[in-house]
């Protein structure tokens, strides 16, 4: 398909690499390429936010899909006057609301990573991250008792993780929730955008004037301010730098698919 001329158009959802390979290829006959791609979201909770709405919000934004999406929050930053309240009340959450085991039993709602790959990777992940001083508040290793065979992980809850693991830098793609501190706006976002990829990012403020300047400062395709969920078949999906090109959905998407022609007439 990539190298086909007839072919004009080529549209992918996947990883980076394989991204960065397919548009590699379509470039030999010049074709249209979209590509979402990877992400690395950060969270971000600053000292004038509501704990208890962040708290509720990041649940679903960390943890859908057992953190397996490319939107999933990867990376939280907590205001260091906030950040034991916060991790208390999201914890709690968390322990009250997440029941990991067979999908089809009843008041399970949290179910297993996808791959063994994925699965591995999480845990080497979550291992560096302990070495370097990170501790684990919630989870942090495979349940048992469950009935099934599967690449179970526990929801887990890690705190004074710092930026020199990989967990800072790579996308998880599985149920790890580490939590940064961080001091100043200016800090955090600076933190936030030194990654290579940008699909999509969130914070939590009641600061009318930060509300803007963070939001047209995070280097992402996707903001989502006060509330964790950020996609609808309305709005345009797809992120900057290397979480991919174009967009999916609302009228851009469709203009994906379109060439603009000029048609100059004299009569």
């Known amino acids: 398909l990539t190298t086909n001329e007839t072919i004009r158009k080529v549209s992918f959802t996947g990883s980076t690499a394989v991204g960065k390979l397919l548009s590699g290829q379509a470039a030999g006959t010049i074709k249209k390429v979209s590509m979402e791609l990877g992400g690395n979201a950060p969270f971000i909770v600053f000292e004038d936010a509501d704990i208890k709405a962040a708290a509720e919000q990041l649940i679903g934004c960390k943890f859908r899909n057992s953190g397996q999406t490319c939107v999933c929050a990867n990376r939280i930053y907590v205001h260091e006057s906030v950040y034991d309240e916060f991790v208390a009340k999201f914890t709690d959450l968390v322990k009250q609301r997440l029941h990991i085991g067979h999908g089809l039993s009843e008041g399970v709602n949290f179910g297993p990573m996808i791959t063994e790959r994925g699965l591995h990777k999480i845990e080497d992940q979550l291992k560096r991250a302990v070495n370097a001083g990170a501790r684990v508040v919630l989870g942090g290793k495979r349940p048992e008792g469950i009935s099934?065979?599967?690449?179970?992980?526990?929801?887990?809850?890690?705190?004074?993780?710092?930026?020199?693991?990989?967990?800072?830098?790579?996308?998880s793609f599985g149920p790890l929730c580490p939590i940064f501190r961080f001091s100043s706006e200016e800090e955090v976002v600076a933190r936030a955008n030194s990654v290579p990829v940008g699909l999509?990012?969130?914070?939590?403020?009641?600061?009318?004037?930060?509300?803007?300047?963070?939001?047209?400062a995070l280097e992402v395709g996707m903001v989502g301010v006060n509330t964790g969920t950020i996609s609808s078949e309305v709005s345009p999906f797809g992120g900057v730098k290397e979480s991919g090109i174009g967009r999916e959905g609302s009228r851009y998407g469709i203009d994906e698919y379109l060439n603009i022609k000029l048609m100059n007439i004299c009569l």
């Open 148 to 171: 099934v065979k599967g690449y179970f992980f526990e929801p887990t809850v890690l705190v004074d993780v710092t930026d020199d693991v990989p967990m800072s830098c790579e996308e």
């Open 200 to 216: 999509a990012g969130y914070f939590f403020s009641r600061d009318i004037g930060r509300v803007f300047r963070v939001a047209e």
